[in-house]
């Protein structure tokens, strides 16, 4: 079935740095996936980052950008220069092209952003 | 109001009693969602009710079962509990179920003991 892949289970970076966090798909379906990252602050739900549902382009939300790359199937999320504020869990997520709306998620990777 | 309610926040359960979890929105969507997120896996779909029309995962059929008495509230069901059901349970809502690029709004989780 469709899986996503998060290589990196927790990723520390200084304040102003930047920031990759890696993001690998497989999706068994014809055709190409949606794709999200969600993000889920301290104390906070799980909530939409930003999504792409076209392959070939870019997603950005709050100076967050993925691009959605269907030759390496990858959705890698990068920032500039993070904040303290950005600290939180990053999932990246798929879902199917079809008539429902199942999402798949990865594993997760914990941001550490130290001052 | 675009939030998803959970109650109650924690849960403690025995061994072998039933268990019912609560999910509220108030945002008139059509579908909602329950996954399983356990420490360091991916958050796992259990099941989702589009409209009044319950669909259960495969591999988790047998398990847990769901009631939606109307479109704002969905509830998940566990008969008798084991161990192996402790895990943050996420509950999810989205407009438009059969379109398979709506955003997910999540609820805050309940996290269930079992002991």
């Known amino acids: 079935g469709d899986s996503v892949t998060q290589t990196e289970g927790q990723v520390t970076v200084s304040e102003s740095k930047s920031l990759i966090i890696n993001c690998t798909y497989s999706?068994?379906?014809?055709?190409?996936?949606?794709l999200f990252w969600y993000v889920r602050y301290p104390g906070e739900g799980l909530q939409l980052l930003l999504k792409?549902?076209?392959?070939?382009q870019k997603g950005s939300s709050r100076g967050f950008e993925a691009t959605y790359n269907k030759e390496a199937t990858s959705f890698h999320l990068q920032k500039a220069s993070v904040q303290e504020s950005d600290s939180a869990v990053y999932y990246c997520a798929l879902s199917r092209s079809s008539n429902t709306n199942k999402v798949v998620f990865g594993t997760g990777t914990r941001l550490q952003v130290l001052p | 109001d675009t939030t998803v309610k959970q109650n109650p926040r924690y849960k403690l359960a025995r061994v072998g009693k039933p268990v019912n979890l609560i999910c509220s929105q108030t945002m008139n969507h059509d579908t909602m969602y329950w996954y399983q997120k356990k420490p360091n896996q991916a958050p796992k779909l259990l099941l989702f009710y589009y409209d009044k029309i319950l669909n259960r995962e495969a591999d988790t059929f047998e398990k847990f079962q769901s009631s939606r008495p109307n479109n704002s509230f969905c509830s998940l069901y566990i008969g008798s509990a084991g161990l192996e059901y402790s895990a943050m349970y996420l509950c999810a809502s989205s407009r438009a179920g059969h379109i398979s690029n709506e955003r997910l709004f999540f609820g805050h989780g309940t996290k269930l003991s079992v002991l």
């Open positions: 792409v549902i076209t392959a070939g």
């Open positions: 999706a068994t379906s014809i055709g190409y996936p949606n």
